[in-house]
């Protein structure tokens, strides 16, 4: 039974399950309601929120807080487990948290006000703050590696952070020449940790290589406003969605072919098959991922339209297997069971 | 002014004790009212510290009636994009079915909030949720019979069937009670089972009539003839097939045959020796007075008028209606002698005063949702009069904007509001230009979203203004960049040579520059403003220096000050700066740059003398004033020296 978390603007976290039947009958991929199962108050908006594991959840919250929620299984409960209250503040205000991303024990916090917060679940206090981490609003966090994380800013810019390190300053800073167009989203590859995908405010998807440059490897026109998510598929990430405040969510598919010979291109598991096949050709060839094809038209990207017709700004999404769930601003929320992956 | 059609209704406030004044304002949905101290005679009195809001419309925070808000804005929106150009005769069908959707969100509505009646413990969120229903309930009634007699507007024959559906959509509780019957050991000894028996007469339910009849047959084998002769009868009646081969006079020959043929049944007395067969052959002749025996079973004097159309006129066109309408609503309602505000609006929809049950339905309820979506869909089926008000424009943007400015006080719902102002084309913009500018910006991201709405308008005014809000917040929690990002998208240069006035006292005080990741990365945001791009340019000049590229770095504040691109009040500290790239061993700055630097310091004393005579400044303050100054002329002149020598060397 799939669970998924939502939260409403009335200010409540829901807990909803979706059934596993998967009758053979349904062609729309939306048919079926999912239950509501349990649900609890949540002061301010929810502007994130995270599985820490099983049963907890961690959410972001407008008025600064960061709270680890706990689902009681057997009685169908939630009740909150931990909360720090002003995580993120100004010296005279609130300030929202933005964003979360946990590792467990260990969570992750941005907000507002510039500051990276890191936390332990059962822990009082809190671990490590990095203030001032920046002087404008960071809007979304990432892990890339264990002990190294990744923000996005409302200048425009990529900053890693790594915690072996003891000063307050990020270790790189990655930027889009020219404009500077803030960055609402961040998501790593699941399998190649330099290979990251962000999404901005002109809706433009950008995939980046962190080992090298300080620039883009490529950028792809996606949406015409602003993007708020973007996740790869856990476990098949030549998979790629993305959702923005135009209403709409995009499946991209990757699979590339490149300038190989034919009889070993054809089919849709070209992607494994150019890898195989260049590294022994090359030998200090890299792997090259599909999604840094750099040149969009050379790798074949397909995108989709998932969803069914045009609604308000689509707020958040996630995806697992060939479950795909996502909200809109029309207080809808749409699940896919059978998306192609 | 005009006369109010209502007496308006008085709600009391109780925390504010009797007697006292009271001072209001205005919001855009409610009310703010506080107790005054002014008193109508004798000394002034004590005043109270409370605010209180008053609402009129709760429903918009109704989590379950939200659920319609949001699902009717869809259809809304939906129903707008109809291409106008498409034949009305194609249109009407999908104007059927959109009235039909509008009333399923409507059911799913009530279901829910029944559901919720029933299962709570509150009784009163109970009593609370079942008045919900039976408003929604009314609300659907009346929908259905507008659709029925406006939208559809089908043509005599089909009406009457029409009608029938819709008395029996809204009378559940015949099922409920048949069921009950069936479900007993013996149906025909039940004691509603007569009850039963009638009341599907009267909704022209005659199968079932003939079904339940069958059980009575088996109990009376003796009265078997009887009970044949009224099932041939039951059988027999005819009902006028829309999609048939039939036409409406041959439909009426054969009812009148009917008609006849159950009279002479009534005339020959063959039911006599069973007053309930007698009865339902009464009924079925049309006989007023046997239907208003009935009233209970009845209910209301629509379904009376219904019944008393199906047997006594199938064939009643919608012109005809009022007549009936008006009769059977006199009829029925003699024991009481005022009409209920439904009856009323009923009534009028019987009479096709479209109008009057808008206005009387605005009355009735609170909330604008029902007259708004109506009035849009008749509007676009053209049956509203271009209708023009004394004050603003036509009657449905009129609702529709009352409607939307509703929506927008809510902290969420404001953004289906935006949608219904698009649609509204001579006010829209104007009320949407002046309600978004008052959304509470809580969230960076909620006002992102404000923003989109703005910018894809051309509502260059809001953006400025709210990019202007943000700034300002940002400025005052000292979140520099945000404000900066915030006066880019705003492209307000103004702003931005604010936060750089900010940037540059900050270096004064401190000595360096925070926020290093933003003025480095400032990228072509630098020439928003004068004062911004002499920041890029002074930390870049920092940044040659600290690489010790002091040629360039000369350059480059020289250029800073020649180019007028550095305020004159920042000429002494850059001038400050100079001097340890003049005290170096080598020579940096060449002669002619030399001189333009004295130029430069000439001009920045003399326009200091003028104001510097005032006795405010103390003492030290213009000691040492004067001994930078002193400073600088001397490297300056030695400089100079150098570099002249240095020039004019010639090398061998």
Redesign the interface.
């Known amino acids: 039974m799939n669970i998924f978390f939502s939260n409403s603007k009335d200010n409540r976290i829901s807990i909803w399950s979706i059934g596993s039947n998967l009758s053979t009958g349904m062609e729309d991929g939306f048919e079926g309601d999912p239950q509501l199962l349990c649900e609890h108050k949540h002061d301010g908006d929810v502007l994130d929120l995270q599985f820490l594991d099983q049963d907890r959840i961690v959410t972001a919250s407008s008025t600064g807080a960061v709270t680890i929620f706990r689902h009681h299984q057997n009685s169908q409960t939630i009740s909150v487990s931990q909360l720090w209250a002003r995580a993120h503040r100004y010296p005279c205000d609130n300030a929202p948290c933005t964003g979360v991303v946990c590792s467990s024990p260990e969570i992750v916090t941005v907000g507002e006000d510039g500051r990276i917060v890191v936390f332990r679940a059962d822990q009082e206090g809190v671990v490590r703050v990095i203030e001032n981490a920046d002087s404008s609003t960071i809007h979304a966090v990432t892990y890339l590696r264990t002990t190294e994380i990744l923000t996005v800013n409302s200048i425009g810019q990529l900053k890693l952070w790594d915690f072996r390190q003891q000063s307050n300053s990020p270790s790189q800073i990655l930027s889009l020449s020219g404009d500077r167009v803030p960055l609402h989203c961040v998501d790593r590859h699941p399998n190649q940790q330099h290979i990251v995908a962000t999404g901005g405010q002109d809706g433009m998807l950008c995939v980046w290589d962190v080992r090298q440059g300080n620039t883009p490897f490529s950028l792809m026109e996606a949406h015409t406003a602003e993007m708020w998510e973007v996740h790869f598929h856990p476990t098949n990430p030549d998979h790629l969605f993305t959702c923005s405040e135009d209403g709409s969510l995009l499946h991209w598919e990757t699979s590339s072919h490149s300038d190989m010979p034919s009889f070993l291109q054809g089919g849709r598991n070209s992607s494994m098959v150019s890898r195989s096949a260049m590294a022994p050709a090359g030998g200090k060839q890299p792997l090259i991922s599909a999604w840094l094809s750099g040149d969009s038209s050379k790798g074949r990207l397909e995108t989709t339209h998932m969803l069914p017709s045009q609604t308000l700004s689509v707020n958040s999404l996630d995806v697992l297997g060939p479950c795909l769930v996502c909200g809109t601003d029309g207080e809808a929320i749409f699940v896919n069971r059978q998306v192609p992956v | 002014m005009e006369e109010v059609d209502v007496e308006p209704t008085i709600t009391n406030i109780p925390a504010i004790s009797d007697g006292k004044h009271m001072g209001f304002a205005w919001g855009p949905g409610d009310i703010l009212v506080y107790e005054t101290r002014y008193k109508a005679s004798g000394a002034s009195g004590s005043g109270c510290s409370f605010i209180h809001e008053i609402r009129k419309d709760e429903d918009i925070y109704s989590?379950i009636l939200?659920?319609l808000f949001?699902e009717s804005?869809?259809i809304f929106v939906g129903l707008q994009t109809i291409r106008e150009d498409l034949p009305s005769k194609s249109k009407k069908p999908q104007f059927v079915s959109i009235s039909k959707n509008y009333r399923s969100v409507i059911r799913a509505c009530m279901e829910e909030l029944q559901q919720v009646a029933v299962s709570t413990k509150n009784t009163e969120l109970a009593t609370q949720c079942g008045n919900q229903v039976s408003i929604l309930l009314a609300i659907e009634l009346i929908w259905n019979l507008c659709e029925v007699l406006f939208i559809d507007a089908a043509p005599a024959g089909s009406l009457l069937l029409h009608l029938l559906d819709w008395v029996r959509l809204h009378k559940a509780d015949v099922d409920e009670k048949a069921r009950e019957v069936l479900q007993s050991e013996s149906p025909a000894e039940h004691r509603d089972y007569w009850d039963v028996v009638v009341s599907y007469v009267l909704q022209g339910r005659l199968e079932e009539v003939r079904q339940m009849l069958v059980k009575q047959a088996n109990l009376q084998p003796a009265a078997r003839s009887m009970y044949k002769q009224m099932d041939t009868l039951l059988s027999k009646m005819p009902f006028y097939n829309p999609g048939g081969t039939q036409t409406l006079t041959e439909f009426d020959v054969k009812w009148r045959h009917w008609h006849e043929d159950v009279d002479r049944c009534l005339q020959d007395n063959s039911f006599a020796s069973n007053r309930h067969l007698e009865l339902i052959c009464k009924i079925l002749l049309g006989d007023e007075d046997t239907l208003l025996d009935h009233k209970e079973l009845l209910g209301t004097w629509y379904h009376f008028l219904v019944t008393r159309l199906l047997f006594c006129h199938p064939t009643v066109k919608l012109t005809e209606l009022h007549y009936y309408a008006q009769s059977c609503m006199t009829m029925f309602l003699d024991s009481r002698s005022v009409p209920e505000p439904l009856d009323n609006i009923l009534l009028a929809a019987f009479e096709f005063d479209i109008h009057q049950v808008i206005k009387e339905c605005s009355i009735a309820l609170n909330n604008w949702w029902f007259v708004a979506h109506l009035t849009d869909l008749l509007d676009h089926c053209k049956l509203l009069q271009s209708h023009n008000l004394h004050f603003g424009s036509n009657l449905r943007e009129f609702l529709l904007l009352e409607y939307a400015s509703g929506l927008f006080t809510h902290?969420?719902l404001w953004?289906?509001a935006v949608d219904y102002f698009d649609h509204c084309p001579e006010f829209g913009r104007v009320y949407l230009e002046l309600q978004i500018e008052r959304v509470p910006l809580?969230?960076?991201?909620k006002a992102?979203?404000v923003l989109?709405v703005c910018e894809q308008r051309q509502m260059s005014e809001q953006v400025r203004s709210i990019c202007k809000i943000m700034a300002m917040r940002a400025l005052r929690?000292?979140?520099?960049?945000?404000a900066?990002?915030w006066s880019?998208r705003a492209k307000d240069a103004a702003f931005a040579t604010l936060i750089s006035e900010r940037f540059l006292q900050d270096y004064c005080a401190k000595g360096t520059f925070?926020?290093l990741?933003?003025i480095d990365?400032?990228?072509?945001?630098m020439l928003l403003s004068d004062r911004l791009t002499f920041l890029g340019k002074y930390r870049e000049f920092h940044k040659l220096y600290g690489e010790k590229r002091f040629r360039e770095a000369a350059k480059l504040l020289l250029s800073l000050m020649t180019a007028k691109i550095a305020p004159q009040s920042f000429w002494m500290t850059l001038l400050t700066d100079a001097l340890p790239l003049l005290e170096q061993k080598e020579v940096i700055f060449t002669a002619d740059q030399t001189y333009e630097l004295m130029f430069c310091l000439e001009e920045l004393t003399s326009s200091l003398n003028i104001t510097a005579s005032s006795t405010d400044r103390p003492m030290q303050e213009e000691d040492v004033e004067v001994t930078k100054v002193e400073l600088l002329r001397l490297a300056l002149a030695r400089n100079l020296a150098q570099a002249i020598v240095k020039e004019g060397t010639v090398e061998i």
């Open positions: 989590p939200r659920k949001n804005h869809h902290h969420s953004q289906l809580e969230t960076e991201r992102l979203k989109r929690n000292n979140r520099l960049g945000s900066l990002s880019i925070s926020d990741d933003l990365n400032l990228g072509p945001a």
